[in-house]
């Protein structure tokens, strides 16, 4: 990863930077889960309702901001919500997701489905620093569907360029139909998969990358060959990357944090591993401390980060801006004419 020069993009600049910490991390807690998040909440779903899920990500937001510098957070239950009630607090970074997706994975390819009623300009409008996608991708898969996922980043790439609002791209490698995901040769191809993903990502010009963890830490084995992995995917990016947790026990997300940060990740984008023990109690006690216990594992994972990891250090010095943004800059930059 090279640190992008986005001095001639003060937008981009803004928001990437409020979503990092003052020493260039991106220590972010996510909860733009929807019926995943509301399934968690009481043994029968369907006696969960809407404001009880806006309710309880309320209640995790304003555990965890102390400790998070910044929050991704979804259209339906979050971002209207939790802005306006105080929850988000003004110091912590806000970032939104694009697409109307869960974590269900259906047999055959898949494509993007964007949320009905919701773009990319009201997300700007919204107050929000980062735009998120969620992009299931399988390039080796369907020719057609892998173009179509293609085409769909190029035109988020083009509108957010327009908004000065950063990208941030998450891809999704996902099994295709008569593939086994338990077996040894799917999960080499996902690792290598992941690795490919984010460099197509990068090419088609994303801010940013949510990845998944490529490789396994059940084995000291497992470990080392994602410690490889971590490396060439770090070396074949230009764009900071941040690490997403994908739901797996905390324990072992906290190693993929370090092996993550030590090839040069700049932080994480993190949240079931984090908050789920808290939401899927029932007794009100118990979410309490769940919920306590889910800023301890956010300030741990702050410490492993800040030991290990790289910092996203994008702002240049007054002489190269000055360079880079000549008197009568804005004259071109989104001209009104």
Not at 230 to 251: F, M, N, Q, T
Not at 272 to 301: C, F, K, M, N, Y
Request: charged share 25%; net charge negative.
């Amino acid at each position: 990863m090279t640190t992008p020069d986005l001095t001639t993009d003060p937008g981009k600049l803004r928001g990437l930077t409020r979503v990092t910490s003052e020493d260039g991390f991106f220590l972010i807690c996510a909860l733009d889960h929807l019926s995943d998040f509301a399934e968690l909440l009481a043994p029968d779903p369907s006696t969960v309702g809407f404001a009880d899920v806006v309710r309880a990500k309320d209640a995790v937001i304003r555990a965890v901001a102390p400790s998070v510098t910044a929050v991704l957070l979804d259209a339906h239950y979050g971002v209207g919500h939790l802005t306006a009630s105080g929850a988000l607090p003004r110091d912590v970074g806000l970032m939104a997701s694009v697409e109307d997706e869960d974590y269900r994975i259906p047999d055959g390819p898949r494509r993007t489905r964007h949320r009905d009623g919701w773009s990319t300009r009201q997300i700007k409008l919204a107050g929000t620093d980062v735009a998120k996608l969620l992009w299931w991708y399988r390039p080796d898969g369907d020719p057609a569907t892998a173009e179509h996922q293609r085409q769909v980043v190029r035109d988020l790439v083009a509108e957010c360029a327009e908004l000065s609002l950063p990208l941030v791209v998450e891809p999704i490698w996902y099994p295709l139909p008569g593939e086994d995901p338990s077996s040894a040769e799917w999960k080499e191809r996902r690792v290598a998969g992941i690795i490919q993903s984010a460099v197509d990502a990068d090419r088609l010009g994303v801010d940013m990358l949510k990845v998944e963890f490529p490789g396994y830490v059940d084995t000291e084995q497992g470990r080392a060959a994602a410690a490889t992995a971590c490396k060439e995917l770090d070396s074949s990016v230009r764009v900071p990357w941040v690490i997403l947790s994908a739901g797996v026990g905390y324990e072992d997300f906290r190693t993929q944090v370090r092996i993550s940060a030590q090839a040069g990740a700049c932080g994480y984008l993190a949240g079931r591993s984090i908050w789920r023990d808290a939401v899927s109690t029932h007794d009100p006690a118990e979410r309490a401390r769940g919920i306590e216990q889910a800023r301890g594992r956010l300030d741990e994972l702050n410490a492993v980060i800040r030991e290990h990891g790289r910092p996203f250090l994008p702002g240049r010095s007054l002489d190269q801006a000055l360079a880079r943004l000549p008197e009568g800059w804005f004259h071109t930059w989104h001209p009104t004419v």
